[in-house]
Structure formats: C-alpha cells, structure tokens
C-alpha cells in the first residue's frame, strides 16, 4: 500500500466548493494543493496555493500536472473518464475511473447495483420517442426521464405524469439518450456515505434525512429517525459491495428511498458530498479529512458524532446573504464559498447548526 506523507502535493480535478473543502482539509493535515480545471478560477482557489488551468481533454496539460502532484484525486463526476486513465498512466489516481465511469451513466449505474442485488426503481433505456412510448407503457406513465450523463441537482430531468407528457419530456431533455425510471412510493430519503482505506477499510457516517426542494438538496438532519436507522444495515451492505467491487478508495456516496420495501437505491456519488456537508463540525472526523486520509493511504479517523443533533442547511442564492443573522446564533457553524454572484438555485454555502 502506497502511503504518501505529509508535505506532499494532492492534484484535485474540479476547482468547486467541493475541491475547495478536500484543499482546507488536506491543509490541516500538512499537505498542499494543486487545482486542475478549466476555468480560470473557482472556489478551490481561495485556498489552493496552485491552479492549472486546462481543458481535460488535453492530455499533454494532464500529463504536465500529473508529474507536479503526488496523488490525484476528483471533486466531481461530470469529467471525462478518459482524463483520469491519461493521469493514472502517469501516477496514482484515487478513486479511480472505474468507478467514474458507473456514476456518470445512470443506465450503468442502475445495472450495476440490480446485479449486486440492490433493490431500484423500475427503469429502461430510452433512445428515442418510440423507446419513451414504449417504456410509458411497461413501467407507468407516472416516471422521471433522465439523462444517461451530465445531470445534477435536478438538471437533464423531466417528470411524466400522463402518457401525453412524453413529447415534452423528450423535447426537454434535449432528446438525448436517457433512461425512464418509475416513480418510488417512499416516506424519506437518506444518503448513506462511507469512506473506505487503501487497505480496504471502511467506515461509515450516521445517514442523514435528507429533503430535496425543486430538485437541490435544502436540509440534511442526523440522527434520522427510526424508518431510515430501520433501513440501515441493508443499505450500508450494499454500499459496501459496490466500494468492494470497484476496489474503490477514498469517500463514495449512495442516495437512497426509504420505502416499505425496504433501501431503495437512487445513485451513487464517487466523492464527498453535499448531504455530508454536516461532518465538518458533526462527527468526529468530516468527510473531506477522511477523504484526504484514504487517498493519502492514512489510518482512517473516528466517523461517530460530535453532538446529540446535527442538521445541515444549504444557502440556496440570496440565503447568504443572511450571514450576519446567521452568525448571531452561536449554535450555527457558517461556511460560504467565496462565489461572487448568488444566482438562483446556486449553491452559496451552507449553516451546519449542532445541538450538543
């Protein structure tokens, strides 16, 4: 097992808020940052003392980078695959493309966990409008299209309520490639999030309930209750097959319904996440720590909680603007991602507020 010391530099792919965090995190534990993206600048960039700016199809730029960083690592998943396998014949890539390529096919993400026994919505392919009418009329006209690639937070999707909506729906999304997922009868939804060490270790967060407003994440809130405590032991199972699977190292994500019929899978995340935003100040290690740790070939840190009630807000557009009221509770923990313009439905930072 490769173990990298502190001193080192972590390469990170993605200069967003995301970057930005694992960069504050790997700060604390004495190693420095080097940002790969093709933008200018970015939230990571506050507090990465290096910035490459570079498309990820130019592999000579990767190449470049990969001989200035001592491990690599990636923010988020809308990155070419083929990036990843141009720096990890250069160096070490964690996690790595193997798992980038499942999570940003929605089609081979939903196979790949109904093969290892996980429990998903009904879902088929669609190519086409014929392809559309034709799954309308296996799985119900109550369903969601979805792009195979490139969405989040509510983007690349359209929601079906009657046959007669399918015209629509494709037209929204671009008449792309998608697959049709039936709809889920469920009373909450959860993530269940886990890191897991270059030895093969794994350790799991508390699952947070989390509630979705117009798409994008708006509350997650630990503990969850007993309908998803319940659900548990069957979902971190399977999380822990498909991080077994794909010998993956570092945080990995899953998204789940609670449904009486127990976990539901939704999708995976090959990364830290916003619904484990909480772990900064709510556990005892955060996610991006831990993440820096794995990545690094480090001794996991402790994943149990640091106060009796953790919940996490995201500031959604203008809400931070509220810093000042914010910061006058001294229960609230505020974290704001130096984006220069709130726009509608961007995330601007997040409150972690905590009852001890």
Not at 123 to 149: M, Q
Not at 193 to 221: E, K, Q, Y
Not at 243 to 264: C, I, N, Q
Request: hydrophobic share 45%; charged share 20%; proline share 5%.
């Amino acid at each position: 097992m490769t173990t990298i010391a502190p001193g080192a530099t972590i390469g990170i792919l993605g200069g967003g808020q995301l970057g930005r965090m694992i960069a504050m995190a790997a700060a604390q534990l004495g190693y420095r940052t080097h940002i790969y993206a093709p933008e200018e600048s970015g939230p990571a960039a506050d507090v990465s003392p290096s910035w490459t700016q570079g498309a990820y199809e130019d592999a000579a730029a990767l190449a470049a980078f990969a001989e200035g960083v001592d491990v690599v690592t990636y923010e988020f998943e809308n990155i070419d695959p083929s990036a990843v396998e141009v720096l990890a014949s250069h160096g070490l890539v964690r996690p790595g493309a193997g798992a980038l390529r499942i999570a940003q096919d929605r089609l081979a993400e939903k196979r790949f966990v109904a093969d290892l026994g996980g429990l998903t919505a009904p879902f088929a392919p669609v190519g086409s409008l014929d392809d559309l009418e034709t799954a309308i009329e296996t799985i119900g006209s109550r369903a969601i299209l979805k792009t195979y690639r490139m969405g989040y937070d509510g983007k690349g999707q359209a929601r079906i309520n009657e046959p007669g909506d399918a015209v629509g729906a494709w037209n929204a999304i671009g008449r792309q490639p998608a697959i049709l997922e039936g709809f889920v009868t469920f009373d909450q939804e959860y993530s269940v999030i886990l890191v897991r060490g270059a030895d093969g270790a794994v350790r799991f967060w508390d699952s947070a309930a989390n509630v979705h407003v117009d798409g994008i994440l708006a509350t997650s809130t630990v503990p969850a209750g007993s309908l998803i405590e319940g659900q548990l032991p069957a979902a971190r199972a399977l999380a822990k097959q498909v991080a077994d699977a794909l010998d993956y190292v570092g945080v990995l994500t899953l998204e789940f319904f609670a449904s009486a019929d127990g976990p539901v899978f939704n999708e995976m995340a090959p990364r830290v996440h916003n619904s484990g935003h909480w772990t900064t100040e709510g556990a005892l290690t955060s996610q991006f720590e831990n993440h820096v740790r794995a990545i690094c070939g480090l001794p996991l840190g402790d994943t149990g909680l640091a106060a009796r009630q953790v919940e996490m807000r995201n500031l959604i557009g203008d809400d931070a603007a509220e810093w000042l009221a914010i910061l006058s509770d001294p229960e609230n923990h505020l974290h704001l991602y130096g984006k220069h313009e709130a726009r509608p439905g961007r995330k601007m930072g997040h409150v972690t507020r905590l009852s001890l």
